[in-house]
């Protein structure tokens, strides 16, 4: 991917793809975001025991897969192809599996899609973190370069490695409304921020307001009432990452 430069168009992210009509996070949730008209899916990465990225939102298996126990144990990406990533949605989705980043950026490619790529859980200490930080670098320089790429976590110290180290990729700062302290703006730019992605839940105009005005792009999660993504976009919201982005684009 080449240098991004945020639009701050109104962007309608598909979050996990399709989840309601798909297992969340799979080729087919993805591929059906495609379908339907999406431009920008948002999606979660970590690494299994090898250092290979998987695409998964929980540390456990459990909720989304025919597995028990937590990703951190499962060895190489060869052992994915035999946890079941769909059938607990619906039968016929037994076939969709747990896939890697590469699987993910394949798809990208495939399908003209660009993605918000969200670094889970930073649990495993500094040294891991860079092993995490370079393999998702190094399989996201397979994407051709009109794909469009934004980086973000709610682990301020993933993010601050992520851009020191691979500093052409742009930076989005997760918060949780309870945490969105008012150091935001020292946060934002010791990340090497070009967006903030807050919390809905008691987001206000005069916030999203403050966000602009110091420049940054402002991605809200999780909005699932078309009134709600209207009024965000209306303030001034960059953009929203919905569970419902079949029925925004429409
Ligand atoms: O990236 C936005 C949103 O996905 C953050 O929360 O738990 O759905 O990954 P979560
Ligand atoms: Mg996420």
Known sequence: ATQHVPTFNSTI???????????ENTLAAFDLAADEGATWIETD??????????????????????HRGKLYDIATAEELAGIDAGSWFAPEFASERVITLDALVDLLNRRKLNANIEIKANEQGAERT????????????????????????????????FHARHPEYAIGVLYETAALYDDWLSVLELCGASYIHPEDAGLTRERVQAFRDAGYGVNVWTVDARDRANELLNWGATGVFTNIADQLIR
């Open 13 to 23: 992210f598909a979050h996990r793809g399709l989840p309601s009509r798909a297992p």
């Open 45 to 66: 990465v970590d690494i299994i025991a090898d250092g290979t990225p998987i695409i998964i939102h929980d540390t456990a298996l459990d909720r989304t897969t025919d």
């Open 130 to 161: 860079i092993v995490l930080v370079d393999a998702i670098a190094s399989s996201l320089a397979r994407l051709d370069d009109e794909r469009e790429i934004i980086i973000s976590s709610f682990s301020q110290p993933v993010l601050m490695t």
